[in-house]
């Protein structure tokens, strides 16, 4: 069977003036073969003859092999460049002269012309090839990472639901649980992070946060850098302001601001008074 998306072995059933028909036998039927354009046949090649070619369409929407080598096949992903915005989509750079779709509905966020993006190859309900990046399902699970280690990743979607989901090392399945994505986080991000469990099924929870106490220590640097620079020294609120306050301007939870204020109160940086923090005076 010729498997649209996939790189196939495939043998020489007929030549023609415009390049060769190839089936996976020499004794293919019509319906069972795929054209390989002249410019694609190798020098000298004979009926019986196998090559190994990669099955998509054309432009005019017709099934068509080539020898060029793509950058991934159906059910891989990679990093693809955006070349254009369409009407229906963005097209992606994927090694082949027909472009790749991603369509709107396949972005996670929206793309720009040049830029670089996580996509996954599939088929679609009208047998195209198309590009998507919500590349959940083909993330593999079985990483060699464990508990505390750091590693490097990739965010690819944001959900309301259960947090930021990042591809480790491009491709391992990790996500940043809500309760653990406080901050401001973009689609295309790559961050530094720590495994703070690795699941019974494989998949990684991460966290942007270091250790608490090294957490801690620069937590506190980053508010009282806020308050000489941003607050001119008097901070009009303390650590008793409510969760939204201080998520908005420092963001942070209301415990990891509780501790940085401690912090800073314990080694006499700040004062705390009359509902407002307030540096000290060197």
């Known amino acids: 069977m010729i498997e649209l998306g996939k790189k196939q072995e495939l043998v020489i059933v007929r030549k023609v003036d415009f390049g060769v028909y190839l089936g996976?036998?020499?004794?293919?039927?019509?319906?069972?073969?795929?054209?390989?354009?002249?410019?694609?046949?190798?020098?000298?090649?004979?009926?019986?003859?196998?090559?190994?070619?990669?099955?998509?369409?054309?432009?005019?929407?017709?099934?068509?092999?080539?020898?060029?080598?793509?950058?991934?096949?159906?059910?891989?992903?990679?990093?693809?460049?955006?070349?254009?915005?369409?009407?229906?989509?963005?097209?992606l750079d994927w090694g082949l002269e027909k472009d790749l779709l991603l369509p709107f509905s396949e972005q996670t966020k929206k793309v720009h012309e040049g830029?670089?993006?996580?996509?996954?190859?599939?088929?679609?309900?009208s047998e195209r090839l198309c590009g998507t990046m919500r590349v959940y399902k083909y993330l593999k699970t079985k990483s060699p990472y464990q508990m505390g280690d750091m590693v490097e990743g990739l965010i690819y979607e944001l959900n309301e639901d259960f947090g930021v989901f990042v591809a480790v090392d491009r491709m391992y399945s990790g996500l940043i649980p809500k309760k653990e994505a406080q901050g401001d986080y973009k689609v295309g991000q790559t961050l530094q992070l720590r495994v703070t469990e690795v699941k019974e099924d494989g998949k990684l929870n991460l966290s942007a946060k270091q250790k608490a106490y090294i957490q801690m220590n620069e937590d506190a640097e980053m508010v009282l850098a806020a308050i000489t620079e941003d607050y001119d020294g008097v901070l009009p609120f303390d650590d008793k302001a409510a969760p939204e306050v201080i998520q908005r301007e420092f963001g942070l939870s209301k415990n990891a601001f509780k501790r940085a204020v401690g912090h800073l109160y314990k080694e006499k940086l700040i004062e705390i008074k009359d509902g407002k923090i307030i540096k000290t005076q060197a």
Do not use: W
């Open 24 to 91: 996976e036998t020499v004794e293919a039927g019509e319906t069972e073969r795929v054209l390989l354009p002249i410019k694609q046949v190798p020098e000298g090649a004979q009926v019986g003859d196998a090559v190994t070619v990669f099955i998509y369409k054309d432009s005019s929407d017709r099934i068509i092999a080539t020898v060029n080598e793509p950058k991934l096949q159906v059910g891989e992903f990679t990093t693809l460049k955006v070349l254009e915005v369409g009407e229906i989509g963005a097209f």
């Open 115 to 125: 830029e670089e993006v996580l996509a996954a190859l599939y088929v679609d309900k």
